[in-house]
C-alpha cells in the first residue's frame, strides 16, 4: 500500500534562508507527483507537477525534484519570504488515478 | 484555477438533516474528485467520477453518495448528517492532458 510521509510536520526558519522540504512514499511505481501550498481557510494551490518522466521542475523560487528510485521529492524554496508562509503538501499520482496525499508540512518564515 | 466552483462555502446544519454540496467546473474536465479534509488525518478521498454517471468509492464513502448527471456538476449528498461529518470539503479535478490536479476553494460544513 502505497503510503505518502512529508517530514519535518512543521517547520520555522529565518527570512531569507533556502530550505527544502520533503516528501517520501513507499512504492515508485507512480504516475506524477505534485506540490501543493495551502493558506488557513484556503483549498490547496498548486505548485509544481513532476511527471515521472521527468527529475524536476522549477517555477520562479521553486525547484521540485524526483527521484522514484528512492521514493523521493523535494521542494526547494530559495530566498524565503514571509509570504511563503503556508502549508505545503505532497501528493502522489498512481497508474490507477489514485492520489495519495502527504499530511503536509507546515512552514513558518520568520521576519 | 480551473474554473472550479464549490457551493455553498460555508454551512451549518442540524443532526440529521441531508446536505448537498455542489461541485461545478466550467472546463469539460473528465475526472472529478471529492475529498474532506480533518486536522489529524489530512485529505481523504470521499467519492470521484470518471466521466457522466461512472463514480467510484473513495476510502471513506460510507455516508456520502454522489452524482454527475452533467460533465459540469459533481454533487456530493449527505443523506442524514452527523457531527462526525463536521469538516471541510474539496472538490477536485484532474486536468486532461497534464494530469495535474486542481482545487476548489472548500466547503466548511458543520453539523451540530
Known amino acids: 500500500k502505497q503510503e505518502v510521509t512529508q517530514i519535518p510536520a512543521a517547520l520555522s526558519v529565518p527570512e531569507g534562508e533556502n530550505l527544502v522540504l520533503n516528501c517520501s512514499f513507499t512504492?515508485?511505481?507512480?504516475?506524477?507527483l505534485q506540490w501543493f501550498r495551502q493558506d488557513p481557510g484556503k483549498g490547496l494551490t498548486s505548485l509544481l507537477l513532476?511527471?515521472?518522466?521527468?527529475r524536476e521542475q522549477t517555477s520562479g523560487r521553486l525547484n521540485a525534484s524526483l527521484d522514484k528510485s528512492s521514493g523521493r521529492s523535494t521542494l526547494y524554496i530559495a530566498a524565503s519570504q514571509p509570504g511563503d508562509s503556508a502549508t505545503y503538501l505532497c501528493?502522489?499520482?498512481?497508474?490507477?488515478?489514485?492520489?495519495?496525499f502527504g499530511k503536509g508540512t507546515r512552514l513558518h518564515i520568520l521576519p | 484555477d480551473a474554473g472550479i466552483t464549490q457551493s455553498p462555502r460555508h454551512k451549518v446544519t442540524e443532526t440529521g438533516t441531508p446536505v448537498t454540496l455542489r461541485c461545478h467546473q466550467t472546463?469539460?474536465?473528465?475526472?472529478m474528485y471529492w475529498y474532506r479534509q480533518d486536522p489529524g488525518h489530512g485529505l481523504r478521498l470521499i467519492h470521484y467520477?470518471?466521466?457522466?454517471?461512472?463514480?467510484d468509492k473513495g476510502e471513506v464513502s460510507d455516508g456520502y453518495s454522489v452524482s454527475r448527471s452533467k460533465t459540469e456538476d459533481f454533487l456530493l449528498t449527505l443523506e442524514s448528517a452527523t457531527s462526525s461529518q463536521t469538516s471541510v470539503y474539496f472538490c477536485?479535478?484532474?486536468?486532461?492532458?497534464?494530469?495535474?490536479?486542481?482545487f476548489g476553494e472548500g466547503s466548511r460544513l458543520t453539523v451540530l
Open positions: 501528493a502522489v499520482i498512481l497508474g490507477d488515478d489514485k492520489i495519495i
Open positions: 512504492d515508485s511505481a507512480i504516475y506524477n
Open positions: 513532476i511527471q515521472s518522466s521527468q
Open positions: 472546463e469539460n474536465h473528465r475526472y
Open positions: 467520477s470518471y466521466g457522466v454517471k461512472d463514480t
Open positions: 477536485a479535478i484532474t486536468e486532461q492532458g497534464s494530469g495535474e490536479l486542481f
